[in-house]
């Protein structure tokens, strides 16, 4: 962790700003990330069901192992090709 | 992250700061001893915590507290306490002054009389810096922005914006302390308000956007003398920034301060390898993203842009011109060291290895310069001319001015109106018609801005365009680099 001085007129939040959360799901292209813990893609499979059934198109993505975080080439495709992302943390 | 504790009190009495790596230290140790023994002395030490003695009257300045906030640069330091306040102080080792500052006779005999002491580590490069951000709650007043843990330092300054899209220097306050060291300003006074968004930018913040360009310390001064410049209504940031054409604040450096800090007019001047000619325009167009809030896409509506928009600055061949300087040109001293705003584009290149007179040469470059943005533009627009030393050689020999080039040049690019009216040759941009007959002046009095720099080869010059001139468009302005 490293302190710097905010080279900015500190008039937005220092902490960054959250993406905008879309208003509705329907049409939008979303991300069901599985970090690969077990039983991850049952889980994902009924979301998936819900998110189709409210209109959203759903892309599946796995990362190569839950230990360590996604590649880069993974982050960046679902950054340029999802709207919004769901990502499964829990066992 | 600073400290806002009071500053560690000294115990009253006689005390003694010192470490046991300083010789003169290890000499009067027994002096240390004895005073204690006769008069109470307490022995603030900075190093070895048992030095010189393990005992209840040696105290250990792990931290460097009390040696930072009292001031101590030498060790021994002597000194008087009274209620809690510093009374008097000696430094190094004297007999006769410790004796009289003590008021004790037949201190250290056998001890050579005098010695001089050492640094304090509280002073010591290696922990200065260090010290002044933990101890002095530094006094600097920008908000402090933690890195998540995970995060890369250097990609966290680009995800949050600050980054003009090439890596900046993470602006830790140990970096900002030291760039203001540069400078005898106050951080916290005012050197302009920044557009587009009118902020006012104080030292402090100039020095932080410094940092992030990469400046060193004795390039602030400039930078500050560049915003200051640049954030005038005549020089109009907000519309350079704003305006679709590619033009950027373009910085000459003129007089002393040029050379005492390292600045390129040589081989490359206008281009990249010289680190104030790189960082100082940098930071200045790192203010006005950061500060000001202009950025490209936003305010900035540059159609093309252009890569002397990351930062252009460059220092005047003075040395080698037998011309004033442009500094001069515009009313400043030789002795004076300026630093001028242009609003131009990226520079391009003319050349002519074929002129041997004045007057050919000459009359060559009010053909170039008569095209500077369009050869049907006239009057609307500023351009710099930036002379060579081989282009320069030909005024030189011929015994030429700076005046008398100037004059012969205006003559050379007044030009025939009728050659120049809309629709003539089939192109619609043009004169008006009432201009016909007339002969008109390529640039304004004062719109062609002439330096010498480049390196000691190379039969060209290079001229950089310029942008809409006077109160609806921008002056170029100069002013002074102070410390």
């Known amino acids: 962790m490293t302190t710097v001085l905010d080279p900015t007129s500190e008039t937005a939040p220092a902490t960054r700003e959250r993406a905008r959360r879309p208003e509705s799901l329907a049409g939008l292209t979303v991300g069901l990330l599985d970090i690969s813990k077990p039983r991850g893609n049952v889980f994902l499979d009924r979301v998936s069901e819900r998110l189709t059934g409210l209109g959203a198109t759903v892309n599946r993505y796995a990362k190569p192992a839950f230990s360590k975080p996604a590649p880069v080439d993974l982050r960046h495709e679902i950054a340029t090709t999802c709207d919004a992302v769901i990502e499964a943390l829990a066992d | ?483």
């Open chain 2, 1 to 483: 992250m600073s400290s806002d504790l009071p500053p560690p009190p000294l115990p009253d009495g006689l005390v003694a700061v010192v470490k046991r790596v300083c010789p003169t230290c290890e000499l009067v140790a027994p002096v240390l001893s004895d005073l204690h023994e006769r008069a109470g002395l307490t022995v603030i030490t900075q190093d070895d915590p048992h030095f010189p003695a393990e005992a209840d009257w040696v105290h250990h300045d792990d931290d460097l507290a009390i040696s930072w906030h009292h001031g101590i640069e030498v060790v021994p330091t002597l000194l008087r306490v009274v209620e809690g306040s510093e009374y008097r102080r000696t430094v190094g080792w004297s007999r006769s002054e410790w004796e009289q500052f003590t008021g004790l006779a037949g201190l250290g005999e056998g001890l050579p009389g005098w010695r001089p002491g050492c640094g304090s580590l509280s002073v010591d490069p290696a922990h200065a810096e260090e010290l002044a951000v933990r101890f002095s709650a530094s006094g600097l007043s920008s908000r402090r922005v933690e890195t998540a843990s995970l995060e890369d330092e250097w990609e966290a300054m680009w995800d949050r914006g600050w980054s003009d899209g090439l890596p900046v220097v993470p602006p830790v306050e140990a970096r900002v302390l030291r760039l203001l060291e540069g400078t005898t300003r106050d951080p916290s006074e005012i050197v302009a308000a920044v557009p587009p968004a009118l902020v006012d930018c104080s030292v402090e913040k100039v020095a932080v956007n410094a940092v992030l360009a990469g400046c060193a310390p004795e390039h602030l001064p400039v930078v500050i003398a560049a915003v200051e410049a640049a954030c005038t209504d005549e020089f109009n940031m907000h519309g350079v920034l704003a305006t679709t054409m590619s033009v950027g604040p373009v910085l000459v450096v003129n007089g002393p301060v040029a050379g005492r800090i390292g600045m390129n007019s040589g081989i490359n001047a206008l281009g990249q390898g010289n680190r104030a000619n790189s960082t100082i325009g940098r930071a200045l167009q790192l203010v006005v993203r950061n500060v000001g809030g202009g950025r490209p896409g936003g305010v900035d509506r540059a159609t093309f842009g252009s890569p002397a928009k990351v930062g252009f600055c460059f220092a005047e061949d003075e040395a080698g011109s037998p011309w004033t300087s442009l500094a001069e040109s515009r009313g400043w001293r030789a002795d004076q060291s300026t630093v001028t705003v242009f609003a131009g584009e990226s520079p391009r290149i003319f050349a002519d290895e074929k002129s041997r007179s004045p007057e050919s040469l000459t009359r060559h470059l009010a053909q170039a310069l008569q095209a500077t943005v369009s050869p049907r533009m006239m009057l609307g627009m500023d351009a710099m001319l930036v002379l060579s030393p081989d282009h320069m050689a030909r005024y030189a020999d011929a015994g030429w001015s700076r005046d008398r080039f100037m004059d012969e040049l205006s003559a050379e690019l007044l030009c025939d109106a009728d050659e120049l009216l809309a629709g003539v040759r089939g192109v619609a941009a043009g004169l008006p018609p009432a201009a016909a007959g007339r002969k008109v002046p390529k640039f304004r009095p004062g719109g062609l801005l002439v330096a010498h720099a480049g390196g000691p080869a190379g039969l060209f010059s290079a001229i950089v365009g310029g942008w809409a001139n006077g109160p609806r468009g921008s002056d170029a302005v100069t002013r002074e680099i102070t410390p």
